[in-house]
């Protein structure tokens, strides 16, 4: 059974930087594709990246292009997202999540939010 841990959240100024990672036990990561989540208070959780099992195809709500970056670490079991630029509107608790395989791409996985396994979320509060 798959289980995904994220870290790494917390209060950022605007324009700061804040790396989550979603750690995982139980399996290897290595044939899931993983995608990252975000829902900030009173809005609908929304796709922010999401990555293939290889690493070879990503995709990038426009919200956050060019200022999130998406990677695997194999030998680490996780993956991380690097958040730079941040800005208030980033502020939501964060989440990834795990699906099997390359049958959905990055794209329809961040679109649908279809997952088996999810994370229980982290913080991120972008705030003066």
């Known amino acids: 059974q798959l289980q995904l841990v994220e870290s790494g959240g917390g209060l950022v100024q605007p324009g700061g930087s804040l790396r989550l990672s979603c750690t995982a036990s139980?399996?290897?990561?290595?044939?899931?594709?993983v995608g990252w989540f975000r829902q900030a208070p009173g809005k609908e959780r929304e796709g922010v990246s999401c990555?293939?099992?290889?690493?070879?195809?990503?995709y990038y709500n426009d919200s956050v292009k060019g200022r999130f970056a998406v990677s695997r670490d194999f030998a680490k079991n996780t993956v991380t997202l690097q958040m730079n630029s941040l800005k208030p509107e980033d502020t939501a608790v964060y989440y990834c999540?795990?699906?099997w395989g390359n049958g959905p791409t990055p794209q329809v996985m961040c679109l649908t939010q279809e997952a088996e396994y999810w994370g229980q979320g982290t913080q991120v509060t972008v705030s003066s």
């Open positions: 999540a795990a699906t």
């Open positions: 139980g399996s290897s990561l290595d044939f899931y594709a």
């Open positions: 990555i293939s099992p290889a690493a070879d195809s990503r």
